[in-house]
């Protein structure tokens, strides 16, 4: 079965220093990989997505993520955090349907929250 | 453009009393519709989802039932809660076909069970 892990918690970083948080996938055919964002008490929003091609996704507010096949990973990055960043992210895999069929559900990790030193 | 509202914000209810969570899309015809719950440190558990009117699909078994009564209305309900339904209830939708698209997410309901 589908499934993804975020080994990381709780990550702090000091401000405009660089991220990395880790994503690992458990998928048999090509994923379909996603990075959501949550502030406190709000919804997901996205801010990247893997379908396929180019292994280095760019996405919103300077956030990128490498897909490695081989490490099975969608590891997020920024190079230069700003205080705004602090907040709990969510990498997530579809899932395709028991039997086959259209992919439409989203398996999310257990998240990483992020804190932000000044 | 599409929009999606989820009602209540936030919710307190007895052990016992019950449920009734709503969520309506805009701007779009026969979407994917999805219920997730959010707990403490246990990141995002699909609980229903919906892909027609009347089309309801389980993901776990619980004390939660689901409905779809129009194209573009979600009810997330329970006849009795339970404290361990607590968290943070998030619909979301999804554009129909075939392949996995974007998933795009409501505010969220937080319902507390005393």
């Known amino acids: 079965a589908q499934s993804v892990t975020q080994p990381d918690i709780h990550i702090t970083v000091s401000e405009g220093a660089s991220l990395e948080l880790r994503c690992n996938y458990s998928?048999?055919?090509?994923?379909?990989l996603f990075w959501y964002v949550q502030s406190p008490g709000q919804g997901l929003q996205l801010l990247l997505k893997y379908f396929s091609g180019d292994t280095l996704v760019q996405g919103i507010k300077g956030f990128e993520a490498e897909f490695k096949r081989s490490q099975s990973s969608f590891n997020l990055r920024k190079p230069s955090v700003h205080w705004s960043d602090a907040a709990e992210y969510f990498c997530a895999v579809a899932r395709l349907p028991l039997g086959g069929g259209a992919t439409n559900k989203l398996i999310f990790g257990t998240g990483t929250l992020l804190a932000v030193q000044p | 453009s599409q929009t999606i509202h989820q009602w209540p914000a936030t919710l307190v209810q007895p052990v016992g009393s019950p449920l009734s969570l709503e969520c309506t899309v805009e701007g779009t015809s026969n979407p994917n519709l999805y219920w997730y719950r959010q707990a403490a440190g246990r990141g995002l558990q699909l609980l229903f989802y919906?892909?027609?009117?009347?089309?309801i699909s389980s993901e776990v078994p619980q004390n939660l039932s689901a409905s779809r009564p129009q194209d573009r209305q979600f009810i997330l309900s329970s006849k009795k809660l339970l404290l361990s339904d607590s968290g943070f209830y998030l619909c979301a939708w999804m554009a129909p076909g075939q392949g996995f698209q974007e998933l795009f997410f409501g505010e969220g309901s937080r319902l507390t069970v005393l």
């Open positions: 919906s892909v027609g009117i009347g089309q």
């Open positions: 998928y048999g055919a090509t994923p379909y």
